[in-house]
């Protein structure tokens, strides 16, 4: 059954996932830890499942749909900002700072 | 066994995420997190769901980490220089991550039968067994018709609009990046 290893797990790779969000400031590095935070929700998702049968797989796959277009979309986003500043490092895009 | 298999792929995964947040080139920091994912898709292959396991190393280690490789090699930042921030933010960080992982591992002391005991109506013992049928249906389901079916019966039958919502959203997806990305908009 595994469930309250698989919750820990999830919570250790969650927190890894926003210590990355908060220490780095390289955008691609943050996208990548956005997909670490999915991934660990993915993980609580699937060790339930093995109690509430196979409504958590479907939710793993809408959070993967989602993870996908965010990852198309964020990425798209990040190349049209290297574009206009030559640089991804979020200390350098602070147009919207008063 | 399965423990200790299960506490391998984990520590994998654990290691690999700490290196993923830690390596300099973003490079290095894009194949931890595959290396992380191949974990965690052994640990669902220990957890049962096979069929999850296959679409986390198709779409996620195979598609969405490749796209991240496009785009770290066609904006050229494979050898960057240190990105983390400063002592004070470090400080925070810490601060705010620990007290995230004290809470989120308080949930550790769940077991299925404290899960089962909770959700009934008498806070008594509680069989697992009979609290949570869905989930032994699903494994039944599984065994008799296979991993895909146990996956796909629902996601076709009680989450089909839910599923056609999603087409729509990767539409706009595509939309979106394409229009975002192109030179001359």
Redo the contacts between chains.
Sequence with gaps: ????????????????????V?????A??L???I??ML?AV??TF??L???????G??M???V??????????G??????I??HKQS??LGNINLLRG | M??VV??IF?AA??LS??L??LQKS?MA??LW?VS??FS?AA??V????Q??AA??VL??AG??MV??LF??M??N?GH?ES???GPS??A??LV??GL??IE??A??????RR?ASELSQWPTYTD?ATA?V??Q???Q?GAAHGVVM??A???FQ??LI?FEI?SI??L???V???V??K?NV
């Design positions: 059954m595994l469930l309250g290893p698989s919750l820990a797990l999830s919570a250790i790779l969650f927190s890894l996932g926003v210590a990355g908060l220490l780095r400031r390289n691609i590095v996208f990548m830890c997909e670490l991934n993915n993980l699937v060790a499942a093995q109690l509430h049968g196979a409504s797989y479907v793993v796959f809408f993967m749909t989602v993870a996908a277009a965010e990852a198309a979309v990425l798209a986003i990040i190349i049209g290297f574009r991804v490092d | 399965t423990e299960f506490y984990a995964a654990v995420a700490t993923c947040i973003p920091s894009a997190l992380t994912m965690l640990i669902y220990l957890l049962n769901a069929f999850i679409i986390q779409v996620y598609a969405i796209l991240f785009v770290i066609l904006l930042l960057a990105d983390l921030r933010s470090v925070a960080t705010i991550v995230l992982s989120l591992l949930l550790t002391h769940y077991s299925p899960l697992p949570f869905a989930g249906i699903t494994q389901e146990a996956v019966a629902p996601l009680v989450y839910p999603t959203l990767l706009a997806a595509i979106g990046a394409v975002l990305a030179r």
